[in-house]
């Protein structure tokens, strides 16, 4: 049996939330911010100077809605951005505290 050993810099990078072109992470919104029925993603992360960040998003924002369709999971999330071109505006509906609110980006060209 052969046994394949993880070195520390090949664990940090799985643990490293990925990014994408929009300049956020995001991750399942923990139940304790979350309301009754409400689904969506919260931003856990916010690349300065990105995208997201010129567009208002913020760090703890909870994304319900991207181009008016409801955001349930990390994979929805993930599936509606990657089917937008770049190039196309993407609007996103969030909830900021007890604050509703819309905020649009352009998405970026791939690099």
């Given amino acids: 049996m052969v046994e394949l050993i993880k070195f520390p810099t090949q664990v940090a990078a799985a643990k ?6 929009l300049g956020l992470s995001v991750d399942k919104t923990p139940e304790k911010l979350a309301r009754p029925g409400e689904r969506g993603v919260i931003i856990t992360n916010i690349e300065i100077d ?4 010129k567009a208002g998003l913020s760090e703890g924002d909870i994304i319900l809605e991207i181009n008016m369709q409801e955001i349930q999971s990390v994979a929805a999330f ?3 951005i990657s089917a937008i071109e770049p190039g196309q505006w993407v609007s996103f509906y ?3 505290g007890d604050n ?3 905020r649009a980006l352009k998405i970026p060209a791939k690099q």
Avoid: C, V
């Avoid at 490293?16 to 072109?21: I, T, V, Y």
């Avoid at 990105?50 to 960040?53: F, I, R, T």
């Fill in 94 to 96: 969030i909830r900021r």
């Fill in 78 to 80: 993930r599936e509606t």
């Fill in 50 to 53: 990105g995208p997201a960040d």
């Fill in 100 to 102: 509703m609110l819309y």
């Fill in 16 to 21: 490293k939330p990925k990014k994408n072109s």
